[in-house]
């Protein structure tokens, strides 16, 4: 019996050794593990290389922030999974993951959707610039037509929040004052444009078009009948 189980047994305790929690104890044979080298001497693909905008994590050169090392067997160990990761340094609340209205990929609970979890050449680690990322999911066409609304040149978080919302649409406010914090409802000329009907609050897109159209006023193609 002793015999029947001595090779199991043994090979047990020697893969108890092999897969230990510090990377620093993963002394082995050969340069690969030994306790002089560092993660990048092994992980040094593209995505490990130095960008302008690293991940504080990355930047310094703390991979146990979100990684658990591992032995012998290279193997990808997270600390948590998914956003549960994130939260471990970035509050939930400040960026607005409990509000009523969640963006997609927030709801989804996959940060790496949008965001580059080791670096990223552009702001927030995103993969490429805000203004051509978003046109990963959104229709560009409906951004890009002959009329372009004013505040979609400072970008899309001019009027939208980026993970959550209390409004409509991810609006950074309801759709009657976000309007209002740059037209002023009260001038005769705000009168005259709308032809002298009382425009009643938060009715501001049924007739037109948030983001860009191909008519004057950022006006619908079709409004109501004639």
Same mark, same amino acid.
């Given at each position: 019996i002793f015999k029947k189980y001595f090779i199991p047994i043994m090979v047990g305790i020697l893969l108890s050794f092999s897969i230990v929690d510090s990377s620093d104890a993963q002394i082995k044979r050969g340069s690969r593990f030994s306790s002089k080298k560092t993660c990048q001497d092994c992980h040094n693909s593209d995505e490990m290389k130095v960008v302008l905008k690293p991940h504080t994590p990355f930047a310094e050169n703390d991979c146990k922030g979100c990684h658990k090392s591992h032995g012998m067997v290279g193997v990808l160990r997270l600390k948590e999974t998914g956003r549960k990761l994130c939260f471990l340094c970035h509050d939930s609340d400040a960026l607005g993951m409990n509000r009523d209205v969640l963006h997609e990929p927030a709801k989804d609970g996959n940060c790496k959707t949008c965001h580059s979890p080791h670096g990223s050449d552009f702001p927030n680690l995103l993969p490429s610039d805000a203004g %051509? /990322? *978003? /046109?990963? *999911?959104?229709? !560009?066409?409906e951004f890009t037509k002959k009329n372009i609304h004013q505040p979609l040149e400072e970008g899309c978080f001019k009027c939208h929040q980026v993970h959550g919302s209390d409004n409509p649409g991810l +609006? %950074? !406010?309801?759709? !009657? +004052? +976000? *309007?209002?914090s740059c037209h002023d409802t009260g001038t005769e000329a705000f009168t005259n444009a709308h032809f002298g009907y009382q425009i009643d609050s938060g009715t501001c897109n049924e007739c037109h078009s948030p983001h860009s159209s191909d008519t004057s006023g950022l006006l619908k193609f079709s409004s109501h009948e004639p």
């Amino acid at each position: 019996i002793f015999k029947k189980y001595f090779i199991p047994i043994m090979v047990g305790i020697l893969l108890s050794f092999s897969i230990v929690d510090s990377s620093d104890a993963q002394i082995k044979r050969g340069s690969r593990f030994s306790s002089k080298k560092t993660c990048q001497d092994c992980h040094n693909s593209d995505e490990m290389k130095v960008v302008l905008k690293p991940h504080t994590p990355f930047a310094e050169n703390d991979c146990k922030g979100c990684h658990k090392s591992h032995g012998m067997v290279g193997v990808l160990r997270l600390k948590e999974t998914g956003r549960k990761l994130c939260f471990l340094c970035h509050d939930s609340d400040a960026l607005g993951m409990n509000r009523d209205v969640l963006h997609e990929p927030a709801k989804d609970g996959n940060c790496k959707t949008c965001h580059s979890p080791h670096g990223s050449d552009f702001p927030n680690l995103l993969p490429s610039d805000a203004g %051509t /990322f *978003c /046109f990963k *999911c959104h229709d !560009e066409g409906e951004f890009t037509k002959k009329n372009i609304h004013q505040p979609l040149e400072e970008g899309c978080f001019k009027c939208h929040q980026v993970h959550g919302s209390d409004n409509p649409g991810l +609006l %950074t !406010e309801p759709v !009657e +004052l +976000l *309007c209002a914090s740059c037209h002023d409802t009260g001038t005769e000329a705000f009168t005259n444009a709308h032809f002298g009907y009382q425009i009643d609050s938060g009715t501001c897109n049924e007739c037109h078009s948030p983001h860009s159209s191909d008519t004057s006023g950022l006006l619908k193609f079709s409004s109501h009948e004639p």
